[in-house]
C-alpha cells in the first residue's frame, strides 16, 4: 500500500525538523538516538498487530528493561541511570510516537518509583529501588475508585491500624499494570473525617506487594480482570479490590500516616508531564503519516499534498506538534530546576492532549476512507489519543488548576 510504503519511509529516520529540544547533553542525545532506534526498529513494526489482538508486549517490555528505562530517574546509587524529568519525558514521547500503550506501561512505574524516590524511607528505597531500575518490581499506583475519579479527597477506601499491621478494606478503579504490577501504591483513608480537618489530610499512601496475575493475587487482595476498552490496548487497566488486606506498618510510603495525599500529588505532577509527552509522541506520528500519505495519494492529476486545503491542515498540525512539544520541554525543565511546576505542567498536559487529539484527527481526515480502515496505523492512532483527554486528570480539571494557580500568582486584592 502505497501509504504503508510513506510511513516505512519516515521509520529508522533522525529527519524531523519538528519537536527538537535545543540544549541537550551528549548523554542525552544518545539516550534518546538508542530509544528512538528500538521504537523504529521493536515497537513500530508490531505496534498495530499486537494492539489490534490486545496483547501485552512482552517482548518489547523485555527490551526497555534491558536498555534500562525502567531506571532512568532512579538514582545511580540504587542501580539506575540517575536521569533528570526532561530526559525522561523525552523518551516516553519517542516510545509514545511508536506505540502509547507501551508508554504506559513505563509512566506507573515510573510515578511509584519517583515516589518512593522523593517520600519512601531509607529502607524501603534500598528494597524497592535496585529492583525496580532493573524492572524485576513492577510498579503500579491506585488513586480512583468507582464512584469518583479525580474528586481524589473523595475516597472511601479505609486502612484501620491494627498492631503492627493496617488492615485495608475497598474497592479502587482504573489501575494501569493492575495485573502485571508486583508493587502497588494504594491510596487509602486512615483517619476519621473531623470538624476543621481537610479530607485530604487523612490519607496514607500504602506499599502493596502482590503477585502478577488476575484472581486473588495476595490474602485480601483481588485483581478481578482486566477492563475493556476502545483504546490503550496491549496494557492492562484494571480494579483492584481490597477486603481485610493487611499490609505491614513499615509499608506505609514514607514510615508517617496521613501524608499520602501530598505523596500522590507529587507523584502525579510528574505524571503530567508524561502525559504531555505521550501527546506529543502521539500527535508527531500522526504528522508523520499525514504528510507522507498526502504525498501518496493522488486526486485531480496530483498530489493531495499540493492542493491548499490540506497545506492548511499540514500547517495546523505542524505547528500544534511543536507547541505541545515546546511546553512540555518547559514543564518537565521546570522540575528539574526544583522549581514548583504545576501551573506549567496543568498546560503541558492539557494543550498536549487537546492538540493531540485534534492532530489524530487532522490526519485522519486526510486519509480519508483509508483512515477507518484498520489496515491502516492512523484508525490505532485515532481510538487512542481520547484516553489523553482524561488520563492523569481530565482537561476540565487541568483548566481548574491552571485558573487557580494563575489567580494566585496574578492576585490584586487580599
Not at 171 to 194: D, F, H, I, P, S
Request: proline share 3%; aromatic share 8%; with cysteine.
Amino acid at each position: 500500500m502505497a501509504s504503508s510504503r510513506a510511513a516505512r519511509s519516515w521509520e529508522g529516520s533522525d529527519m524531523s525538523r519538528l519537536a527538537q529540544t535545543e540544549g541537550l547533553t551528549d548523554i542525552q542525545r544518545e539516550i534518546l538516538s538508542t530509544v528512538r532506534d528500538f521504537v523504529d526498529k521493536e515497537i513500530l513494526p508490531v505496534a498495530t498487530e499486537l494492539e489490534h489482538r490486545d496483547e501485552y508486549p512482552t517482548a518489547i517490555v523485555e527490551g526497555l528493561k534491558e536498555l534500562g528505562v525502567f531506571g532512568l530517574m532512579i538514582p545511580e546509587e540504587y542501580g539506575g541511570l540517575g536521569e533528570s524529568l526532561l530526559t525522561y519525558a523525552l523518551c516516553v514521547e519517542e516510545i509514545a510516537r511508536g506505540w502509547m500503550s507501551v508508554s504506559g506501561i513505563i509512566n506507573t512505574h515510573f510515578i511509584v518509583a519517583y515516589m518512593l524516590k522523593q517520600h519512601g524511607t531509607e529502607e524501603q528505597k534500598e528494597y524497592f529501588l535496585p529492583k525496580m531500575a532493573l524492572g524485576e518490581i513492577r510498579g503500579a499506583f491506585s488513586m480512583s475508585e468507582p464512584g469518583l475519579g479525580s474528586d481524589v479527597s473523595a475516597i472511601t477506601s479505609k486502612a484501620a491500624r491494627d498492631g503492627d499491621e493496617y488492615v485495608l478494606n475497598g474497592q479502587k478503579m482504573w489501575l494501569t499494570n493492575g495485573g502485571t504490577a508486583t508493587l502497588v501504591a494504594v491510596l487509602c483513608r486512615t483517619g476519621e473525617a473531623q470538624e476543621g480537618v481537610a479530607p485530604h489530610k487523612a490519607m496514607t499512601t500504602f506499599l502493596v506487594e502482590k503477585e502478577p496475575g488476575f484472581g486473588e493475587v495476595r490474602p485480601g487482595l483481588t485483581i478481578p480482570g482486566k477492563i475493556e476498552k476502545m483504546g490503550y490496548k496491549g496494557v492492562d487497566t484494571t480494579e483492584l479490590i481490597m477486603d481485610g488486606l493487611r499490609i505491614p506498618a513499615d509499608r506505609v510510603l514514607g514510615g508517617t500516616p496521613n501524608r499520602g495525599f501530598y505523596q500522590m500529588m507529587d507523584g502525579v505532577e510528574v505524571g503530567r508531564v508524561n502525559v504531555a509527552a505521550r501527546g506529543c509522541g502521539v500527535a508527531r506520528r500522526a504528522f508523520e503519516l499525514g504528510v507522507a500519505y498526502a504525498q501518496q495519494r493522488h486526486t485531480f492529476g496530483k498530489p493531495i499534498a499540493q492542493h491548499q486545503a490540506i497545506q492548511f491542515k499540514l500547517a495546523e498540525m505542524g505547528t500544534k506538534v511543536e507547541a505541545a512539544h515546546a511546553m512540555m520541554v518547559n514543564a518537565a525543565r521546570k522540575k528539574d530546576s526544583g522549581a514548583r511546576n504545576d501551573l506549567e505542567a496543568g498546560m503541558a498536559k492539557y494543550l498536549a492532549s487537546e492538540y493531540c487529539k485534534e492532530v489524530v484527527e487532522d490526519a485522519f481526515r486526510i486519509h480519508g476512507g483509508y483512515g477507518f480502515s484498520k489496515e491502516y496505523e492512523i484508525e490505532r492512532l485515532y481510538r487512542e489519543a481520547p484516553m489523553l483527554l482524561i488520563g492523569e486528570g481530565t482537561a476540565e480539571i487541568q483548566k481548574m488548576i491552571i485558573g487557580r494557580r494563575l489567580l494566585e500568582e496574578y492576585r490584586t486584592q487580599d
